[in-house]
T-cell receptor, first 115, second 111 residues
Framework: AQSVAQPEDQVNVAEGNPLTVKCTYS??????LFWYVQYPNRGLQFLLK??????LVKGSYGFEAEFNKSQTSFHLKKPSALVSDSALYFCAVSALTSGNTPLVFGKGTRLSVIA | EPEVTQTPSHQVTQMGQEVILRCVPI?????FYWYRQILGQKVEFLVSFYNNEISEKSEIFDDQFSVERPDGSNFTLKIRSTKLEDSAMYFC?????????FGPGTRLTVL
């Protein structure tokens, strides 16, 4: 069975500083990995994904994530945080076994960027 | 840019009543999903749908839930007899190949 762990409930960072939101996963076979962001009273917005290829994936709004197979991690990063990045971030995994495999989400990490 | 839409945005109902949550997936997508998010908790998978039938369902998706694609565009989730614990945000998603696109959600409040 697939699972995702986001070990931090909350991450606080000063505006302009780099940010990292951690994610580790467990899946049988090769994983599809995703990051979604949720702003208050809004749906889930796709940020980026890893399917195959380059371990460093670049996504929306300047975010990137690094796939590390040996550590089963897919941490989300941004070189310089903005106050507008404050939101709830979800890591998700899907097994690369069928086209219709659902996403399994982590519990989410609340990012707070302080001006 | 095409997007998944959901109606209503907020539904309030009495315990024991039936509710139908509606979704319009992106038109050329083939895979459809419902997820829910109880307030303050993680997003949980309910059911996936492909080729006019359920592909997979979670243990949450018991007999009180059903899904339907009645007219080739809408994708609905029916909860037959709502319980207090069904109060949550319900998200519809559709997928083409790799990436699931989520709708804005329907907030269901059961009183």
């Amino acid at each position: 069975a697939q699972s995702v762990a986001q070990p931090e409930d909350q991450v606080n960072v000063a505006e302009g500083n780099p940010l990292t939101v951690k994610c580790t996963y467990s899946v049988s076979g090769n994983p599809y990995l995703f990051w979604y962001v949720q702003y208050p009273n809004r749906g889930l917005q796709f940020l980026l994904k890893y399917i195959t290829g380059d371990n460093l994936v670049k996504g929306s709004y300047g975010f990137e994530a690094e796939f590390n197979k040996s550590q089963t991690s897919f941490h989300l990063k941004k070189p310089s945080a903005l106050v507008s990045d404050s939101a709830l971030y979800f890591c998700a995994v899907s097994a690369l076994t069928s086209g219709n495999t659902p996403l399994v989400f982590g519990k989410g990490t609340r990012l707070s960027v302080i001006a | 840019e095409p997007e998944v839409t959901q109606t209503p945005s907020h539904q309030v109902t009495q315990m024991g009543q039936e509710v139908i949550l509606r979704c319009v997936p992106i038109s050329n997508h083939l895979y459809f999903y419902w997820y829910r998010q109880i307030l303050g908790q993680k997003v949980e998978f309910l059911v996936s749908f492909y080729n006019n039938e359920i592909s997979e369902k979670s243990e949450i998706f018991d007999d009180q839930f059903s899904v339907e694609r009645p007219d080739g565009s809408n994708f609905t989730l029916k909860i037959r007899s709502t319980k207090l614990e069904d109060s949550a945000m319900y998200f519809c998603a559709s997928k083409d190949y790799n990436e699931q696109f989520f709708g804005p959600g329907t907030r269901l409040t059961v009183l």
